[in-house]
C-alpha cells in the first residue's frame, strides 16, 4: 500500500489487480490489471524539481519478478521488466537505481532493469530465504533478516561484494517484519529460546551506528507481523491471530 499525493492509495493485492482509492470519496475509481501475480510493493519516483518536463512515477513489483513502471498523469504503462528470482517482494528507487529484495537475493538495477549488482543469500546462513530487506543509503547500508534464522547481515551499499557485518538476536526464531526509523532500524520478530511456553512477538530497536541493541519490546502474544512508522514520530506493531493487537510506540 503506498499514498500518492494526499489524493491517491494504491493498493496491491494477491489477485494481481492494483486498486487506486480516492482519499476524498473513499472509493476505488481504478483498477490496473497489468500484473499477473501477486502485487508485492511499490516505490515512488518523484519528478525532479529542476528539470519541469519530467513527471512523477511509480514502480510496481509482483511475486512473480514482473516490475511495471507507471506514469502517474496517464496511468500508463510506460515500461516494465521481468527479473529472475524467488518471489520478488521489495523494491525502492535511489540515486536513479532500483533496489529489489527477493527470497534469495537483492539486487541493484538501472532504470530499465539491467543487472548493476547482486547479493546472494550467504553460505554461512543455515536459512531458506531473505525476510526482509531495510535501506539505509545515507549510511551506506543494507539490512537483510531471515525467516528462520536470529542473524541479522547488514551490507555495504558501495561494496556489497565485501563480506557483512553479522548481528543476532536473543531470544529470536526469526524476523518477519523490518522498517528504518531515524538513525535505528526497527525489527518485528518470533520470540524463541527455551523455556518459553508460547510464541512471543517482539520487536528490536537497533542503532544503525553501532549495530547493538538499544531496546527489547514485548507487547504482543504472538509473531509481530507488520510495522508501521507515523512521520518518523510512532511506530505502529500489529500481531498474528492469536493476540490481533496494534500497538503505538513513541520513536524517541
Not at 80 to 97: E, P
Not at 167 to 190: A, E, F, H, Y
Not at 198 to 205: A, D, L, M, R, Y
Request: hydrophobic content about 40%; aromatic content about 8%.
Amino acid at each position: 500500500m503506498m499514498g500518492l499525493d494526499q489524493e491517491q492509495v494504491w493498493i496491491g493485492s494477491q489477485d494481481s489487480v492494483i486498486y487506486i482509492i480516492n482519499t476524498c470519496s473513499m472509493l476505488c475509481h481504478k483498477q490496473l490489471t497489468e500484473h499477473r501475480g501477486e502485487v508485492t510493493d511499490f516505490a515512488l519516483e518523484k519528478m525532479n524539481p529542476e528539470n519541469r518536463s519530467s513527471q512523477a512515477q511509480v514502480y510496481s513489483c509482483s511475486a512473480d519478478g514482473t516490475v511495471i513502471i507507471w506514469d502517474v498523469p496517464s496511468l500508463k504503462v510506460k515500461r516494465q521488466f521481468h527479473l529472475s528470482c524467488d518471489r520478488l517482494q521489495f523494491i525502492q528507487v535511489y540515486n536513479d537505481a532500483l533496489w529489489c529484495g527477493a527470497r534469495d537475493c537483492v539486487m541493484k538495477l538501472s532504470p530499465s532493469g539491467a543487472l548493476l549488482c547482486k547479493i546472494s543469500l550467504p553460505g554461512e546462513v543455515k536459512t531458506t530465504s531473505f525476510s526482509r530487506v531495510a535501506l539505509l543509503m545515507e549510511k551506506r547500508q543494507i539490512w537483510t533478516s531471515f525467516t528462520d534464522s536470529a542473524e541479522l547481515c547488514v551490507w555495504d551499499s558501495s561494496d556489497p561484494v565485501k563480506p557483512p557485518k553479522w548481528v543476532i538476536l536473543p531470544n529470536c526464531s526469526g524476523v518477519t517484519c523490518m522498517i528504518r526509523v531515524k538513525d535505528q532500524v526497527w525489527i518485528g520478530c518470533s520470540g524463541g529460546g527455551s523455556g518459553l511456553s508460547k510464541v512471543v512477538g517482539k520487536i528490536f530497536v537497533l542503532d544503525s551506528e553501532s549495530l547493538m541493541v538499544e531496546k527489547e519490546l514485548e507487547a504482543h502474544e504472538d509473531t509481530v507481523q507488520t510495522l508501521f512508522s507515523a512521520e518518523d514520530r510512532y511506530i505502529l506493531s500489529g500481531s498474528a491471530k492469536r493476540d490481533g493487537k496494534i500497538a503505538i510506540w513513541r520513536v524517541d
